[in-house]
């Protein structure tokens, strides 16, 4: 009975399971019972390679002395054929599974065994995950250890510097981040003459190692030159800075709130949470609000927000650097042509001036699937038409096979001009705009923060944000497909202090990409904070 019993399971078990199962439990039963692997026949691909990967985790993990056969682990995994860990990246995904698990001990054994295998000294790629893995666990470091970081280091970039690039950067100025040394790190990036290509990473280690230093003003200059080519703050610097201020009475929370003032900078709503956060553990009272659109007033603590004004002196200004910096400057060529823009720089110079300029494509897709079968786009040129208003569309050639007939009523009724389809309309939409005067509004739901970067100083960037926001119209659609066109918002969109020491924070939910967000774009939520 029993043999019959095990006959039948024996022919029947690949029917009660699926393929991938029984790949996986022959894995598991194999590796239990046998103290050597074997490798089941058919397992390659992506199960070879988790069963590698296992292997070496499983040693790292369960390893409790930095004396290793680390020989033996490279022979058991590379007896697994067919997975994609091979001899010439062993020793990358080995050192990398190590660093993983923050095992200091185990990344020093293991490189100090390459050294030993080896003839020559170890690949470059090598020796920069080896610096990552030593700035994972920089606090362990002893002084042994950072001296042999900072001589690895300083003969990278001496022995590189002709083929230098971000990445070789990035793991210099991480490993010289762990050493008494680390403000080498600023002349690395100067002498490095990739100053304009510098990673996301690079900065933070700089930056981090400035405030745990308390090097305050370096600390800060440095996010501002990191957030001026990446335009980004990651929590982690925020982070270090609130745990700075708890150590260092010099240091204050209103750091933060300041530098997203003079960047006019609108964070996401994770980084308003631990913002809110620390204020609340240093007993500062942060509330949740709304603003009012039409008065600009806080919902918690009836104060009004500083109005977006720009004068004609301001705007005179705007008009020259937005001329010489993003349409004569070489940006507009990576996406127009020179014979393009004459073109439309003589349009305009006998078309305008004109009360508004419409976006047509960005119309034409920011509100998809959320009006009926009727144009969008027709609906509003007509309102504007029906106010008896100058109107220019600008877009793009296949835009006119989107509108279909009712192309002819737009063009009979508004003036046209529409760019190569690989052009970039942005620049001309501002342009057309600035060009026909102070008082001309724009419609569209772009931001235009690129072309904000692109303008230079703080100053006149400021400018272009208050000229864009008083002048930049909105739509509203509501129910049986009635659309609104709403007067630009007053009030400043930027984080701000009134007169009595209220803050308040704007902020936007996190969006993942791809999904839908307002189409007016103005920030979720804001934070009222009295400091």
């Known amino acids: 009975m029993c043999s019959l019993l095990r006959k039948h399971l024996h022919w029947n078990l690949p029917k009660l399971v699926s393929a991938r199962q029984t790949s996986i439990y022959t894995q598991r039963l194999l590796s239990v019972v046998t103290p050597d692997i074997i490798v089941p026949r058919k397992m390659k691909g992506r199960f070879a390679s988790e069963e590698q990967k296992r292997i070496i985790s499983e040693f790292v993990i369960k390893s409790n002395s930095s004396i290793n056969d680390w020989g033996a682990l490279k022979s058991s995994v590379l007896s697994i054929e067919r997975g994609y860990i091979n001899e010439k990246n062993i020793n990358g995904c080995i050192l990398e599974i190590c660093s993983q698990q923050k095992r200091l001990d185990l990344v020093k054994s293991f490189m100090k065994y390459v050294k030993q295998c080896s003839q020559s000294k170890p690949n470059i790629a090598l020796e920069l995950l080896y610096i990552r893995s030593c700035y994972k666990s920089r606090y362990e470091l002893t002084d042994d250890d950072q001296y042999e970081i900072q001589t690895n280091c300083q003969s990278l970039f001496k022995n590189n510097l002709h083929l230098l690039n971000s990445v070789l950067l990035e793991g210099i100025v991480m490993g010289i981040c762990c050493t008494t040394l680390w403000r080498d790190s600023l002349k690395f990036i100067k002498e490095s003459k990739i100053e304009g290509d510098v990673t996301l990473n690079t900065f933070v280690s700089v930056i981090l190692r400035a405030f745990e230093e308390g090097e305050i003003d370096l600390g800060w200059t440095t996010v501002q030159n990191m957030f001026n080519l990446h335009r980004i703050i990651p929590l982690e610097i925020i982070a270090a800075w609130f745990n700075l201020c708890e150590k260092n009475i010099n240091c204050s929370h209103r750091r933060v709130l300041e530098f997203l003032r003079d960047n006019e900078y609108i964070i996401r709503d994770n980084l308003a949470e ?54 004569i400057g070489k940006n507009i060529f990576n996406n127009s042509s020179p014979q393009e823009l004459n073109d439309f720089k003589d349009f305009i110079e006998i078309t305008a001036p004109y009360d508004v300029v419409v976006d047509g494509l960005n119309l034409a897709y920011a509100y998809r699937g959320k009006i009926g079968d009727h144009s969008l786009t027709k609906i509003v040129m007509k309102n504007f038409i029906e106010k008896k208003l100058k109107v220019l569309l600008i ?34 939409v501002l342009y057309a705009a600035m060009y026909s005067g102070i008082d001309t509004q724009i419609l569209t739901r772009d931001l235009m923060r690129g072309h904000k970067y692109l303008l230079g100083d703080a100053a006149v960037k400021s400018i272009f944000q208050k000229w864009l926001q008083k002048h930049r119209l909105r739509l509203r659609i509501r129910a049986g497909d009635k659309v609104i066109i709403k007067e630009p918002i007053t009030y400043l969109q930027a984080t701000q202090e009134s007169a009595n020491g209220i803050w308040h924070m704007p902020y936007q939910e996190f969006k993942e990409p791809g999904s839908w967000s307002k189409p007016d774009s103005s920030p979720d939520k804001w934070m009222c904070i009295k400091m």
């Open 395 to 428: 877009g793009r050639k296949h835009l006119v096979k989107i509108l279909g007939k009712e192309f002819d009523f737009i063009k009979q009724n508004a003036h046209i001009f529409f760019t190569n389809d690989l052009s970039k309309d942005d620049p001309f």
């Open 274 to 327: 631990l913002i809110r956060s620390k204020l609340k553990q240093s007993g500062i009272k942060t509330t949740t609000t709304m603003i009012y659109h039409n008065s600009g007033k806080c919902k918690n603590c009836n104060q009004v927000l500083e109005h977006a004004e720009v004068t004609n002196s301001d705007f005179k200004i705007l008009q020259e650097r937005f001329l010489s910096n993003v349409m």
